[in-house]
């Protein structure tokens, strides 16, 4: 019996290598056909280390990202070839080069309100991407008489090759800068937010359960979560697999789930299977510690978060949101608000009824312990939205109207429209500046043959604002008073 066990765990270690190897081999296969590594993808800029920000300041933190940029010009930038008509976020003559712009916000900033701060608020925006994101929050809180401080995340606004070194753990140092600094801007009664947006949700929440452990870091008096990266799916738990062959110089390629043109200035198109790892590492400690506060009670010491999360997104896990999150909080003033499909949209019947009816299944019944507003049609055949509200313990349903239509045009919300209005430059639907960027992404309606393009028209076609965001907007407000 022992021998005929042996004997076929040495079968099944052997078929295990075998598909191993041969899963590798199909990897290299479909890299190498791909397009070729640019220096934007082979340089990689000298970012400061997390102990380093625990002990440097916000000063610091500037200076040394003055010198990345500097770098960046010398070793990417000056040495590429480009014409005007080139769509190149590296190439200096590009319209999309964010050097040439009135701001690159690339970099991270503070904004201070006139008069006397009445608080303030860490904006953390999410991965691949840069402090643009959240600019139109940033504005907007300065005017409600809030200190910004909105950080450049290590690896992020320079080069996509930046994010096959950096570690989910740089990124809380930076987290714990930026609240350094925004703490020291403030009186000490002050309110203290933090918003994150996509990954940069993960940090907040994972900073404040850090302060809830640590008394030496300032816990925030709020949260505000966007599209926050709770859950991703299971295969970035394995991706870092997928980087094996570039261990290997020939098959460098390897390391990168996609290769695409950089042609958006605030954002990379470019990822590579280290920053798919990332995210997983950073959401799989996140939500251990999710478990291990609410098990010892630390969890009830926790400030009320407001979270905006449409049902339909691509990126992170809706249910993650509800399940790992929501359902663990206490009772304290939290509310989860949904954006819902286009339920009168014309489109409809082609919508996977997973899709169409998840509103239906992803909220446990109610009374719940926290809000949840639900922004929906206010019938299948009309295109005007309402918010269905459930106050925290209640089991009643009221419906507000919002005053807006859901465009006939739009099916759903995505992951990466939330943040941003119609009005935006770069990606709104009607920009208050076009092309103030280079392009404006929102108003594309690109058509034409398969093949055409060198991005898939998933690319340019994805929803990129949010015809919501000026009731968005109310909800947080709402918060500073």
């Keep these: ?33 791909g397009p070729d590594l640019q220096p934007w993808h082979k340089w990689i800029p000298d970012e400061l280390s997390g102990s ?51 701001t690159d916000w690339n970099r991270s900033y503070e904004l201070l309100p ?24 940033a504005v907007n809180y300065q005017r409600q008489g809030y200190v910004v401080v909105a950080i450049r995340l290590p690896g992020h606004g ?44 993960a940090l907040a929440m994972k900073y404040t359960l850090d302060a809830l452990e640590d008394p030496s870091l300032p816990l925030p008096s709020r949260l505000i979560l966007i599209s926050p990266m709770i859950g991703v799916s299971s295969y970035a738990r394995y991706a870092g697999l997928a980087g094996l062959p570039s261990l290997l110089p020939a098959f460098a390629r390897s390391a990168w789930l996609s290769i695409l043109p950089e042609f958006n200035p605030f954002k990379y198109n470019s990822f590579p299977v280290k920053a798919a790892r990332q995210s997983w590492l950073l959401t799989s400690a996140l939500q251990t510690q999710l478990h291990q506060e609410r ?18 997104d691509a990126t992170v896990s809706t249910p993650a949101v509800i399940r790992a999150l929501y359902n663990l909080l206490p009772d304290n003033g939290s509310e989860l608000v949904l954006f819902d499909v286009n339920q009168a949209v014309q489109l409809s019947p082609l919508m996977r009824s997973s899709v169409r009816d998840a509103a239906e299944h992803l909220l446990p019944p109610a009374p719940r312990h926290y809000t949840t507003r639900l922004v929906t049609n206010t019938s299948p055949l009309s295109s005007a939205a309402v918010a269905e509200t459930n106050l925290a313990g209640a089991t009643s349903t009221s419906r507000e109207p919002l005053g807006i239509n859901y465009p006939g045009d739009i099916y759903s919300l995505s992951h990466v429209a939330l943040p941003f209005p119609f009005s935006d430059s770069l990606y709104g639907r009607t920009p208050e500046r076009l092309n103030e960027f280079g392009v404006s992404f929102g108003s594309l309606t690109p058509r034409g043959e398969r093949s055409v393009l060198i991005v898939s028209l998933d690319t340019l076609m994805r929803q990129s604002s949010n015809p919501f965001f000026p009731w968005m907007l109310q909800r947080i407000n709402q918060t500073l008073h």
Excluded: C
């Design 52 to 102: 380093q920000m625990d002990r440097d300041n916000w000063a610091g933190y500037l200076q040394n990202e003055q010198k990345i940029f500097a770098d960046m010009k010398r070793n990417v930038s000056d040495k590429i070839a480009d014409t005007p008509e080139t769509l190149n976020r590296y190439a200096e003559k590009s319209p999309v080069y964010p050097g040439n712009f009135a």
């Design 1 to 33: 019996m022992l021998r005929r066990t042996k004997v076929w765990l040495k079968r099944s270690l052997i078929v295990l290598l075998i598909a191993t190897v041969a899963l590798l081999a199909l990897r290299v296969a479909v890299t190498e056909r």
């Design 158 to 201: 320079t080069v996509p090759a930046a994010l096959t070194k950096v570690e989910w753990e740089d990124w809380m140092a930076a987290t714990r800068l930026a609240v350094r600094e925004a703490r020291q801007r403030v009186s000490a009664g002050a309110p203290l937010q933090i918003m994150g947006f996509s990954n940069g949700g």
């Design 114 to 137: 006139q008069g006397t701060p009445r608080g303030a608020v860490v904006l953390l925006h999410g991965l691949t991407d840069s402090p643009y994101s959240l600019r139109h929050f």
């Design 295 to 312: 098990e010892n009670t630390l969890l009830d010491k926790a400030p009320p978060v407001l979270t905006f999360q449409s049902v339909a």
